[in-house]
């Protein structure tokens, strides 16, 4: 896994030069949405078992078939399953915004993950969807915006003022490793 420093350094290492005045400022900017990175991953991981588990909700709510028998979701045993890929997914993410870079959500998540599912009888559309579930949640969470209707008493917020510009960067950055994701899967 290589965050924004080491991929700077590895580059500039594979081309025997020094990081120069574009490199710097990438870094630099870096390190300035630092605590903005950091507020973005406490808010998702801090959140994530609602998140995986609202995500799966919705996906069995669109496709009621997952939970009758001979479903994806259907006995304990593959719903369970289902709830640990989320997880697992969500977790990758997370790994790879807190980085900066996709390359460990791509060799340690994605790789081989849409055979993986195949060879399972998993139907794509249904882990897409659900992926996308994720991937609105994590834009309203990282924005510090998670919806009070749905969540009632179980709404956790960061508490930290944002400002939507500030964020959108991050949310972009994050729904970009969510896209990765669901073309893996498609």
């Not at 994530?48 to 979701?73: F, R, T, W, Y």
């Not at 369970?80 to 993410?93: F, H, K, S």
């Not at 579930?133 to 709404?155: V, W, Y």
Request: glycine content about 8%; proline content about 2%; charged content about 20%.
């Amino acid at each position: 896994m290589l965050d924004a420093f080491s991929r700077a350094v590895v580059s500039a290492d594979a081309s025997t030069s020094t990081i120069t005045g574009d490199g710097i400022s990438k870094l630099k900017g870096f390190i300035a949405e630092g605590n903005k990175r950091l507020d973005a991953v406490n808010a998702i991981a801090s959140n994530a078992s609602c998140m995986v588990s609202d995500a799966v909700a919705g996906m069995i709510c669109e496709n009621q078939g997952l939970i009758q028998a001979g479903g994806n979701c259907y006995p304990n045993r593959r719903m369970a399953a289902c709830l640990r890929d989320g997880e697992i997914i969500l977790r990758y993410v997370t790994y790879a915004l807190l980085a900066g870079d996709a390359s460990v959500l791509d060799d340690r998540c994605l790789n081989g993950l849409k055979e993986t599912y195949a060879a399972l009888g998993v139907p794509s559309t249904s882990t897409v969807r659900a992926v996308q579930i994720m991937k609105a949640q994590a834009a309203a969470h990282i924005q510090d915006n998670p919806s009070e209707a749905r969540a009632g008493a179980r709404l956790r917020k960061m508490g930290t003022p944002v400002v939507q510009d500030r964020c959108a960067n991050l949310v972009a950055e994050a729904s970009s490793y969510f896209d990765r994701v669901i073309a893996a899967l498609s």
